[in-house]
């Protein structure tokens, strides 16, 4: 298993020593490096293999030998899709895990294998692709089911009742009352304001009766 | 090889009206169709609210006979036809035909029902229907060949078109009827234009999806394969 390279660690040695290191990662272009060189390149490479481990496991078989294996899992819903290492969870857990990035609801997630209908207590497998089956759409619906990249640009209707009940909430509270009323009276004392009131109070006034 | 083709729109509203279109100029233009014959079936008349997201020439008039006359005139290679009636389970028998191509772009979930079931019902047929939210939408593609289903229908996997709780246009008061959501033209178009794509697509042999969902917010496009359920 790969290991993140610790910068300090690789101050301590040697320039012979970190080119030996390089060699042996097979890094091209180091033996006439300078010393810091040398080290962001051990370091980017480090950070690589990291990233590229997290993408794969390693199982052992009856045998006792180490395999690597694909722990990818492709997940959609909707038009958004992604690839995550999740082989070995269960689909619940990934619907759980992901139902804020999808947009899915966790309590209805509809989800489908390799295009075929599985229970939450599936088990994900290598290779395995996932879909959380979202429902056709209809005329102008908006907040439903949706998968978007901006995320909390749309919200779903029990999140916007809540906020709206928190509002009603807010606004009724009395300190919050008084600022409104003295903030509306300092406005309605700015000349440009009463100009306008009273400029429109004329105009009904000019008005003829119907 | 000159090929018969029959193709049945229903529903000319923001989706429709785009996809009778673009499908006309293709077998107007296309060497590889005789006389190819186009049904425009809807029931709904043109209104001035619609502007904003249709073409169609006079209002007041039914969708489906103002958009022949505006079609006619652009594309004599095709043979159109109109049925200005809604589509239910007592019509749908008569609307769609062995070896038709249906593009359905209707905005409920009950007539998706009743042409999906006519579909499963007859030997030959490609049904391609799309819809959309506000930003996003989706396009399934039901094909069935000698008999055999070829992808899954609408309502296989999607138990809210299964069981829809929605009503039909010939089901709603004239109150629910003028009732609009908020629509994008944008949306639309791109809803079509994943629709005409799986005809194209269909048409050169190369399905291999059976769902293709889309959103305008992410730019983004997924198609999804699923296995056949069997009856």
């Not at chain 1, 406005?187 to 009463?194: H, R, S």
């Not at chain 2, 007859?122 to 939210?133: M, P, Q």
């Not at chain 2, 399934?140 to 289903?149: A, T």
């Amino acid at each position: 298993m790969a290991l993140k390279i610790n910068r300090e660690s690789l101050s301590e040695k040697t320039v012979a020593e970190l080119r030996e290191i390089c060699r042996k990662k097979n890094i091209p272009g180091m033996s006439k490096a300078r010393k810091d060189d040398i080290i962001d390149s051990l370091v980017d490479s480090s950070n690589t293999e990291v990233m590229y481990t997290e993408l794969r496991s390693t199982i052992t078989k009856d045998d006792g030998q180490i395999k690597d294996v694909e722990t990818t899992v492709h997940v959609s819903a909707g038009a958004a899709s992604m690839n995550q290492p999740l082989v070995g969870q269960t689909v619940g857990s990934v619907a759980e895990k992901f139902k804020h990035i999808l947009n899915i609801n966790a309590r209805d997630i509809n989800p489908l294998v390799n295009g075929r209908s599985v229970s939450e207590s599936y088990v994900l497998k290598s290779k395995d692709n996932l879909e959380f089956l979202k429902p056709a759409s209809k005329k102008g619906q908006e907040g439903g089911p949706k998968v978007s990249a901006l995320k909390g640009r749309k919200l779903s209707q029990e999140a916007k009742d809540k906020m709206s009940a928190a509002q009603k909430i807010a606004q009724n509270k009395p300190e919050v009352k008084a600022k409104k009323s003295a903030s509306l009276k300092i406005a309605m004392n700015k000349p440009e304001v009463k100009a306008k009131i009273s400029a429109k109070k004329k105009k009904v006034a000019e008005t003829p009766a119907a | 090889m000159e090929e018969r083709v029959y193709v049945k729109v229903i529903g000319l509203g923001g989706i429709g009206s785009i996809v009778c279109d673009g499908l006309s100029r293709f077998l107007n233009f296309g060497k590889d169709f005789s006389y190819p014959r186009v049904t425009l079936i809807d029931g709904d008349k043109f209104e001035t609210k619609n502007h904003e997201r249709q073409n169609f020439i006079t209002e007041g008039e039914n969708k489906a006979k103002t958009k022949r006359d505006e079609l006619l005139t652009k594309f004599r290679n095709v043979v159109f036809f109109t049925e200005p009636v809604f589509v239910n389970r007592e019509n749908v028998s008569k609307l769609v035909e062995e070896k038709d191509i249906v593009m359905l772009c209707v905005d409920n979930h009950k007539t998706r029902k009743v042409v999906s079931d006519r579909c499963s019902d007859l030997n030959d047929v490609i049904l391609i229907s799309g819809g959309n939210e506000l930003e996003d939408g989706n396009v399934q593609i039901f094909v069935k060949k000698n008999g055999e289903k070829i992808t899954p229908s609408l309502t296989d996997y999607h138990k809210e078109l299964e069981n829809p709780d929605d009503k039909s246009p010939d089901e709603m008061s004239c109150e629910e009827l003028s009732k609009t959501e908020p629509q994008l033209y944008f949306t639309n178009l791109m809803a079509a234009a994943h629709m005409l794509a799986a005809f194209y697509n269909v048409w050169k042999g190369r399905l291999d999806f059976s769902e293709v969902y889309f959103d305008n917010a992410t730019m983004k496009a997924d198609s999804k394969v699923r296995k056949v359920k069997k009856s």
